[in-house]
């Protein structure tokens, strides 16, 4: 009892609407996992990942997850404040060539 003719539609319609519901399960389940997370470890969950990108940029091995002090923001934004003068810590100009 082989499919003839309009069979094949009828079936191939068939998984195209099983392809769409599975879809959209998979897309529930997702969805319930992320509103599963309170604000605060989301948040969390953010900052960690952060703090990783930022060490890997940076070539650091290991990770502190502590806030910094007072002291740490003051000593950052002066060396920060030191290498923008010599220009290292800002973005090169790009170079529009001209028509003429």
């Known amino acids: ?17 099983v392809g769409v519901a599975a879809t959209g399960v998979v897309a529930v389940r997702a969805d319930r996992q992320r509103k599963a ?8 969950r953010l900052h960690e990942r952060y703090t990783r990108a930022y060490a890997v940029h940076d070539g ?25 003068g010599t220009g290292t810590d800002q973005p090169r100009a790009r170079r529009i060539p001209s028509a003429t």
């Open 37 to 44: 997370y309170t604000p605060d470890e989301v948040r969390a």
């Open 60 to 84: 650091q091995k290991e990770i502190d997850l502590t806030p910094p002090t007072w002291r740490d923001r003051v000593t950052g934004a002066l060396r920060r404040l030191r290498r923008r």
């Open 1 to 17: 009892m082989r499919p003839r003719g309009r069979q094949w539609w009828k079936l191939l319609g068939l998984a195209g609407v």
